[in-house]
């Protein structure tokens, strides 16, 4: 996410298996309720669920920062502190409806001190207010809808900046290193997407003339979409997607001849992209997130390298990609706050509220909105089928 870096510590604990056993395995009693009271006993283990699309078209960019998170949870288990943390995960397959219900389950049923997602801005909408009446305190790795932050929640943070900070910062970078004459536009449809795309377009116009269209989040043929593309020959397309969707789209813009550069968000920041585009079409892509890959930064950075070694030694060789290092910084938040004593929700929330650390991925401080007070932007390009960093979108350019 951001050149600032945090000192990757602990101790990874071997052996840690991310299973359904995992959600089932008990841990002793936890000495709390999602309420914030406390009971006789002290607690022994406190748990964190976790929310997101886990098995869907897009869990590729959820498990990241579930393994990132528990990493950290795995790390901080191994010093032996007085109370241990369990990390509890509920797949959402990214539909809003089934993440309310899994918001309650680890609410009552599982007595959750606080939660790691949802990952999305769509099942955060539905989650947000159900947490707040709870008064349980959640951290999302990569929910960027601006209005997220607009609902008056005290219970609610993320550690990535919002659309209205991506979308001017990606749009400024085009403007600026890529000149574009004529833009295209494009959403689909979602929270999320449309969000990005509103804010690109708002910034893009009166530097380039723009058009725009959307397409349904589940559609697979986008021969609609690309015609448009192809009568208006844009010399930039924006997508505000996801990458199961981006590579697809991309493949079909280029078998139409469509050669403008493309770019989209951090939803599409996958490795996955690529595969769904085709090598030769992806390359040039660019993406924005206020986000740091830790791969695409270990050249750079050594706790970027160190965090994608471990990574991938924990993971069975899997990249660190992205929200990795997101999902390990939100963890760590919670795990702060319980290493200070901090076993009930309001408790932690409180803490929460001042916590003021340097994360792996940026400095982790909140606002008062609950919103990540460092917003950098960061770009990203494929280059020789590979997703590379090009720096702060400040200041970034293109070779």
């Known amino acids: 996410m951001r050149p600032k870096t945090a000192r990757l510590g602990g101790v990874l604990a071997a052996g840690v298996a991310l299973s359904l056993a995992l959600a089932a395995c008990g841990g002793g009693d936890t000495g709390t309720t999602a309420e914030g009271g406390d009971t006789a006993a002290a607690p022994t283990t406190l748990k964190i669920g976790f929310i997101g699309d886990l098995t869907g078209d897009n869990a590729a960019i959820v498990i990241p920062p579930r393994n990132g998170a528990q990493l950290a949870i795995d790390e901080y288990n191994a010093t032996n502190p007085k109370v241990k943390v369990e990390l509890i995960p509920y797949d959402s397959k990214a539909d809003p409806s089934t993440a309310a219900n899994l918001a309650k389950t680890a609410i009552q049923k599982d007595k959750v001190v606080g939660i790691i997602g949802p990952a999305f801005s769509g099942e955060s909408q539905q989650v947000q207010p159900i947490l707040e009446e709870a008064k349980v305190p959640s951290i999302s790795a990569s929910a960027t809808r601006t209005a997220l932050a607009d609902a008056g929640a005290k219970y609610w943070h993320r550690v990535v900046a919002n659309d209205d900070v991506q979308g001017p910062a990606a749009a400024e970078f085009v403007a600026r290193a890529v000149t574009p004459k004529k833009a295209f536009v494009i959403d689909d449809k979602s929270p999320y997407g449309q969000g990005l795309a509103q804010a690109v377009t708002t910034a893009l116009k009166g530097k380039s003339e723009v058009q725009s269209d959307s397409f349904e989040a589940t559609a ?159 770009i990203y390009q494929v280059k020789g089928g590979q997703i590379v960093s090009v720096g702060d979108a400040k200041d970034a350019n293109l070779s």
Request: negative net charge.
């Open 220 to 378: 697979t043929d986008f021969s609609s979409t690309v015609n448009k593309v192809a009568a208006f020959n844009p010399d930039f397309i924006f997508f505000g997607g996801y990458y199961a969707q981006a590579g697809p789209l991309i493949k079909q813009l280029r078998d139409k001849g469509v050669k403008a550069r493309v770019m989209s968000g951090d939803g599409s920041l996958h490795s996955n992209l690529i595969e769904g585009a085709g090598t030769e079409q992806a390359e040039g892509t660019l993406l924005s997130c206020p986000c740091k890959i830790a791969y695409a930064w270990a050249e750079a950075d050594e706790n970027s390298k160190k965090f994608t070694e471990t990574f991938k030694t924990k993971f069975s060789g899997q990249l660190p990609e992205i929200y990795a290092t997101e999902g390990y910084d939100a963890a760590t938040a919670f795990l702060k706050a319980i290493g200070e004593g901090k076993v009930t929700t309001e408790d932690i929330n409180t803490y929460l509220t001042s916590v003021d650390f340097a994360g792996l991925g940026k400095p982790i401080k909140f606002t008062e909105k609950g919103e990540v007070a460092d917003t950098s932007v960061y």
